[in-house]
C-alpha cells in the first residue's frame, strides 16, 4: 500500500505549528495501517515499509530536511545486521589519523553515538537540526530502506554502504535484542509469532527483503554509490573487507600503514570481544531507550540452529526461496 504525504502536515516544529495541522498529522497518522511489534509503539505502514511508529516523525523529517553532502558516509541497513560493527569501523577508518587506539572515542561513547542514525537521534533530538558544523565527511546511518531515502542523498555524490546479513541469523539477533526491549515472552510474543510477522515482512523497517533488494540492485546498477556488504564475508575476512570498504569511502590505506599493520589494529578495536568488554557498552541507555549492552550478543554465523525448529526454519526459507530467487543474491548461513 502507498501512503503519501501532504507537505503541509509533513513536519511540525513543536513552537510554531498550528494545532489545526497537529490535528490533521494525528488523523493521517492514526489512518495508517498499523502492526503490533516488541516495540511499545508498533509499527506503522508508511511507504510500503513498516516504520517503528515512535520514529516516524523523524523519519519524515529526515526525508523532508536533510540535505547530502558529496563527502557524506551513510551506513545503511536492516536491524541486526551489524550496524554496531561497521560503524566502529567506519569511524576508526575515517578518524584513524586523528585518534589513536588508546584515546579514540570508542572507548568512552557506544558507535551509535559516533555514527547516528538519521531517525533515532539526529532527527530526533531536534526536528530540524544544525549539521553544518558537523566535520568532514560526516558520518550517518539509517535503517530506512533506499526507497524511501531523501532524494538529496541518491543525487548527492555522497556514499552508501550497505551492511546486510543472513536472514535467520537477522531474525534470532533481533528476537533477543527484542527481550532487551521488552519482556517479550510473558508479553505473550513466542519466537514463532516472531518468525511469522518476519516472513509476512511486518517488522521494523521490513520487509527484510524489500529492503535488502532495494540497496542490493542499487549497488548492482550504481556500485560507486553503494557498497554492497554481508556480515559473514565480515567474519571471514575483516582484514580484506575493511581494506575494501576503505577504499570506497576514499580512505585507502597507505603502503606505510598496511605495512605498520593499522588495518590489524582496527579490526581488532572494532571486534565483537574488545567493544562487549567496555565499561560504555556493559552500562548505559542509548537514545534514553536501547541499553548499551543490546546491541552485542554472539556475533556468530549460524546461531540460528540453538533456536529455529524445523517447522521455522521450512517457513524461512521458503520465504527466502521465493523473496530472493531471481535477485542474484544469495545468502550464507553457517561457518
Ligand atoms: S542494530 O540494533 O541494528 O544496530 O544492531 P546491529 O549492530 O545491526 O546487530 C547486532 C548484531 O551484531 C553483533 N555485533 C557484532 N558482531 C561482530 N563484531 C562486532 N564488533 C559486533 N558488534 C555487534 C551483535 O552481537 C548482534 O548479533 P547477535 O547474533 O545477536 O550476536
Request: net charge neutral; charged share 25%.
Amino acid at each position: 500500500m502507498e501512503n503519501s504525504l501532504s507537505p503541509s502536515v509533513a513536519f511540525f516544529p513543536s513552537s510554531s505549528v498550528l494545532e489545526e495541522q497537529r490535528q490533521e498529522f494525528r488523523e493521517w497518522l492514526a489512518s495508517l495501517p498499523k502492526e503490533k511489534s516488541f516495540a511499545p509503539s508498533g509499527s506503522t505502514l508508511y511507504q510500503n515499509f513498516w516504520c517503528p511508529t515512535m520514529f516516524l516523525e523523524n523519519v519524515i523529517s529526515f526525508q523532508k530536511h536533510f540535505h547530502a553532502h558529496d563527502q557524506d558516509i551513510i551506513l545503511a541497513s536492516k536491524p541486526k545486521s551489524g550496524t554496531t560493527w561497521l560503524k566502529a569501523i567506519i569511524f576508526s577508518t575515517v578518524n584513524r589519523a586523528q585518534f589513536t587506539l588508546s584515546n579514540t572515542p570508542l572507548l568512552t561513547k557506544v558507535s551509535h553515538e559516533l555514527v547516528p542514525f538519521f531517525e533515532v537521534t539526529v532527527y530526533g533530538n531536534n526536528k530540524i537540526p544544525d549539521l553544518t558544523t558537523m566535520s568532514t565527511p560526516r558520518l550517518f546511518s539509517t535503517h530506512v530502506p533506499y526507497a524511501s531515502l531523501p532524494k538529496s542523498i541518491k543525487e548527492s555524490k555522497c556514499r552508501i554502504v550497505y551492511v546486510c546479513r543472513n536472514p535467520l541469523d537477522t531474525l534470532v539477533s533481533l528476537w533477543h535484542f527484542a527481550s532487551h526491549l521488552s519482556d517479550i515472552r510473558s508479553s505473550g510474543w513466542t519466537l514463532e509469532e516472531f518468525v511469522g510477522k518476519f516472513c509476512d515482512g511486518k517488522e521494523g523497517f521490513g520487509p527484510f527483503w524489500s529492503h535488502v533488494l532495494g540497496y542490493w540492485k542499487e549497488s548492482t546498477e550504481n556500485p560507486e554509490k553503494v557498497l554492497f556488504l554481508k556480515y559473514e564475508d565480515l567474519k571471514e575476512d575483516i582484514i580484506y573487507q575493511i581494506k575494501r570498504l576503505a577504499e570506497f569511502i576514499g580512505f585507502p590505506f597507505s603502503q606505510e600503514e598496511l605495512r605498520q599493520g593499522v588495518v590489524e589494529d582496527i579490526s581488532k578495536l572494532c571486534s565483537l570481544n574488545a567493544l562487549k568488554d567496555l565499561e560504555v557498552n556493559k552500562n548505559g541507555t542509548h537514545a534514553s531507550f536501547f541499553p548499551n549492552k543490546s546491541f552485542y550478543r554472539k556475533g556468530e554465523v549460524g546461531d540460528w540452529v540453538n533456536h529455529l525448529s524445523p517447522s521455522m526454519l521450512e517457513r524461512l526459507n521458503k520465504m527466502i526461496e521465493e523473496k530472493f530467487k531471481d535477485s542474484g543474491l544469495s545468502f550464507k548461513v553457517s561457518c
